[in-house]
C-alpha cells in the first residue's frame, strides 16, 4: 500500500472516528494528542484500526504522544510495517 493511501485512511479514520468532525482539515505535522485533539487513550483506538486496516501491530511502547502524536509519524510507523 502506498503513502498517500495510508495518509488518507488515517486521516479518514482520526477525523471520522477518533476526533469525530469529518470536516476538519487534519495537517500532517498536527499535534493531534499536544494539541486537544483527542485524548492519550484514543491511541488504543487508533492501534486497533492499524492492525485491522493494514495487518501490522504496533506494540504498546510505540504507542505514545512522543512516537505518534503526527499524521507524519504516524504514516512513517505504519509504512516501516
Do not use: C, W
Request: no cysteine.
Amino acid at each position: 500500500m502506498d503513502e498517500k493511501t495510508v495518509r488518507e485512511k488515517v486521516r479518514t479514520f482520526i477525523t471520522h472516528e477518533l476526533i469525530r468532525d469529518p470536516h476538519y482539515d487534519l495537517t500532517n505535522d498536527e499535534g493531534i494528542i499536544s494539541e486537544g485533539l483527542m485524548d492519550s487513550f484514543a491511541l488504543a483506538e487508533l492501534g486497533v484500526f492499524v492492525e485491522q486496516a493494514f495487518n501490522i501491530y504496533i506494540p504498546d511502547p510505540d504507542l505514545t504522544v512522543t512516537k505518534m502524536d503526527t499524521l507524519n509519524q504516524i504514516v512513517a510507523r505504519i509504512l516501516r510495517g
